[in-house]
């Protein structure tokens, strides 16, 4: 959300597909924000997304984790987890700054050395 902010303070226009994300529809928490903001944004039924996915430049995702080989972990529309595998990831955004998979593993080390 931040990054998002950043870029329409600095006046770059762009617009934003929002997933609902049940069952918590954090989805429209997150759109809500967005429209604050006076970024453009609309919701979309996360079982939709493969629709729009061709109007889409760029995807950014939260994470509830990052494993070691720089692989997401998300929360899912039922008690399990979704699991994205580093080769679909160029880039990781954290608080530590923007990371490859590659290099997250490099990082924890340094992390859990300190």
Do not use: H, W
């Not at 597909?17 to 979309?44: F, H, M, N, W």
């Not at 760029?58 to 580093?86: F, R, W």
């Amino acid at each position: 959300m931040g990054a998002l902010s950043l870029a329409a303070k600095q006046n770059i226009r762009f617009s934003v597909y929002v997933t609902e994300s049940r069952p918590d529809c954090s989805g429209l928490k997150t759109a809500q924000e967005l429209q604050e903001l006076g970024i453009p944004c609309k919701v979309v039924l996360d079982a939709a997304i493969g629709f729009i996915m061709e109007k889409v430049d760029l995807v950014l995702v939260g994470a509830e984790g990052v494993v070691e080989n720089g692989g997401l972990i998300n929360k899912k529309n039922s008690p399990t987890v979704d699991y994205t595998p580093p080769e679909y990831i160029n880039f990781l955004f954290t608080d530590l700054g923007i990371f490859t998979p590659a290099a997250v593993s490099d990082e924890l080390i340094k992390f859990y050395l300190d």
